[in-house]
C-alpha cells in the first residue's frame, strides 16, 4: 500500500470516529427532484418533512436531503423513520456523478449511531434511519469519486 494512500486512509478513519459535529459548509423508488439553491446552503426542515443541505468538496457538490417516511406516505418494515438522500455533482459542469461510493453515519442527540452504505439508482443515493429522539443529530458522509476520496459533516435538527 503506498504511504499517501495508508495516510489517507488512517486519517478517515480517525475521522470517521470523531463524535463532534460542528457545523460544516437495493434502488430506491420515488425521490423526486434532488435540486437545491446553491452550494454551502442548509434549509431547515419544512412543514413537509424535508431538510436539505449542500456542501462542495473538492470540486464536487453533494446535494442532501432528508425526509420523513410519513411525510413520503411511507412505511419501513425495519422501522426507519428517516430516508437520508444524496445526488453528487461535478462542480462546474453540473455533471451528476453515477459512479460514486458512499456511507453515511447519523448519531442521536444521545451518541447512539446508525452507518449505512448508500444504494444508488440513477444517481441518487439512498439509505433509511430512524431518527426517533428530538434534537440534534450529527450526520457525516464518506465518499469516493474515481479516486478521490470525500468527507461532509453537518448536522439535522429533528424537531
Given at each position: 500500500?503506498?504511504?499517501?494512500?495508508?495516510?489517507?486512509?488512517?486519517?478517515?478513519?480517525?475521522?470517521?470516529?470523531?463524535?463532534?459535529?460542528?457545523?460544516?459548509?437495493?434502488?430506491?423508488?420515488?425521490?423526486?427532484?434532488?435540486?437545491?439553491?446553491?452550494?454551502?446552503?442548509?434549509?431547515?426542515?419544512?412543514?413537509?418533512?424535508?431538510?436539505?443541505?449542500?456542501?462542495?468538496?473538492?470540486?464536487?457538490?453533494?446535494?442532501?436531503?432528508?425526509?420523513?417516511?410519513?411525510?413520503?406516505?411511507?412505511?419501513?418494515?425495519?422501522?426507519?423513520?428517516?430516508?437520508?438522500?444524496?445526488?453528487?455533482?461535478?462542480?462546474?459542469?453540473?455533471?451528476?456523478?453515477?459512479?460514486?461510493?458512499?456511507?453515511?453515519?447519523?448519531?442521536?442527540?444521545?451518541?447512539?449511531?446508525?452507518?449505512?452504505?448508500?444504494?444508488?439508482?440513477?444517481?441518487?443515493?439512498?439509505?433509511?434511519?430512524?431518527?426517533?429522539?428530538?434534537?440534534?443529530?450529527?450526520?457525516?458522509?464518506?465518499?469516493?469519486?474515481?479516486?478521490?476520496?470525500?468527507?461532509?459533516?453537518?448536522?439535522y435538527p429533528n424537531s
Amino acid at each position: 500500500m503506498k504511504k499517501g494512500t495508508l495516510w489517507l486512509s488512517l486519517v478517515v478513519a480517525m475521522i470517521w470516529g470523531l463524535p463532534d459535529f460542528s457545523m460544516s459548509q437495493s434502488p430506491h423508488q420515488g425521490h423526486g427532484d434532488m435540486s437545491s439553491t446553491g452550494a454551502g446552503t442548509m434549509g431547515p426542515a419544512s412543514a413537509a418533512g424535508m431538510f436539505t443541505h449542500q456542501v462542495v468538496d473538492q470540486g464536487v457538490r453533494a446535494e442532501f436531503q432528508i425526509m420523513s417516511m410519513a411525510s413520503m406516505n411511507m412505511k419501513d418494515a425495519a422501522g426507519a423513520t428517516h430516508h437520508v438522500m444524496v445526488k453528487f455533482v461535478r462542480e462546474g459542469t453540473n455533471e451528476q456523478i453515477r459512479d460514486a461510493i458512499a456511507r453515511v453515519r447519523v448519531v442521536s442527540p444521545s451518541g447512539k449511531e446508525q452507518v449505512e452504505t448508500l444504494k444508488g439508482d440513477g444517481g441518487i443515493y439512498a439509505a433509511s434511519f430512524t431518527l426517533a429522539d428530538k434534537g440534534t443529530y450529527g450526520v457525516v458522509c464518506v465518499f469516493k469519486v474515481g479516486d478521490q476520496q470525500h468527507l461532509v459533516k453537518f448536522s439535522y435538527p429533528n424537531s
